[in-house]
């Protein structure tokens, strides 16, 4: 049984372990429960999409600045001029962006043109713009989006989510060194030659990585348009989702991209160019054939 302070001290040790193992399990708990409290149900397919929404789920944050241009082109408030196969010039009219998308789109446009003016065409997006960010966010609430694989429903960039990603990972500390915890109990009790308090390390690592496991599986990640973002998706494609006075090419262009617009619209995609096959390979010479010539015989001689 060893000696009562060797027991003791092997004791104070994986009590010592449990509490830390039980905090960290605790918080962690915790943080998962308040970063899930907020999600609300997803928003149901009859709620109608607005036009960028619908953009952004079939193509991000490209598709939203393509469809803002366009329908400050079909308004007849933005000229656009098809310079080169692949660049445009824009020139706004009349009263300008209305919303901040369009005001989005046009500055994008202004810092991606060269010294004479040319935009290139498609003309490239991100999410780190304010207004395509909002965006983006609203439809991650809505558990239409998913956020690089955390819950639908939860922003990546939520105070809640970052306080669960900090106490997992401190519980991830803890377990990856509980076996050096434990392998410092065995050194204690092959010291004291007290090997009772040995027989807590096994259930103390079994439900330290189960806790881990558990914390894990609860977190269930969604990544790119969930199944309510599809369903929403699918209702747009309703001659009802249209609305009087606005122009059917515009939820094609949502849809679709630019690839809809004909050959002679100035915002239509630029082909890709035609790949020349290689020629064939010259044949390969035709061997010469070998002639062996063998002189007159000497049977006569």
Not at 260 to 283: G, Y
Request: glycine fraction near 8%; avoid cysteine; hydrophobic fraction near 40%.
């Amino acid at each position: 049984m060893g000696t009562w302070w060797g027991n003791l001290l092997g004791a104070a040790l994986s009590l010592a372990l449990l509490m830390t193992v039980r905090t960290t399990a605790v918080a962690l708990w915790r943080a998962h429960r308040a970063m899930t409290a907020g999600i609300r149900p997803p928003r149901p397919p009859e709620q109608r999409l607005d036009l960028y929404e619908l953009a952004y789920l079939h193509g991000r944050a490209e598709r939203v600045v393509q469809v803002a241009l366009l329908r400050m082109h079909a308004g007849r408030r933005l000229e656009v001029r098809r310079v080169s196969k692949r660049s445009i010039v824009l020139r706004p009219l009349g009263r300008g962006p209305r919303d901040e998308t369009e005001r989005t789109a046009l500055d994008l446009a202004a810092r991606a043109a060269d010294e004479e003016g040319n935009v290139p065409w498609p003309l490239r997006a991100w999410d780190d713009e304010p207004a395509i960010r909002a965006l983006r966010d609203r439809l991650v609430l809505d558990g239409l989006q998913g956020d690089d694989g955390h819950p639908a429903g939860v922003l990546r960039r939520s105070p809640a989510a970052r306080r669960r990603l900090e106490a997992r990972n401190r519980h991830d500390t803890v377990v990856r060194w509980l076996p050096a915890a434990a392998a410092a109990g065995l050194a204690l009790a092959v010291a004291t030659d007290s090997y009772l308090p040995l027989l807590g390390y096994p259930p103390l690592l079994w439900w330290a990585h189960r806790v881990k496991g558990r914390a894990e599986s609860a977190f269930v990640g969604a990544y790119g348009v969930t199944a309510a973002g599809r369903a929403a998706m699918k209702a747009a494609e309703s001659p009802e989702w249209i609305r009087p006075g606005e122009p059917a090419r515009l939820r094609h262009l949502a849809i679709d991209g630019p690839k809809i617009l004909s050959a002679r619209h100035p915002l239509h995609e630029p082909e890709e160019p035609h790949r020349t096959d290689p020629p064939p390979p010259d044949p390969e010479p035709r061997p010469e054939p070998v002639v062996v010539y063998e002189g007159p015989g000497l049977g006569g001689l």
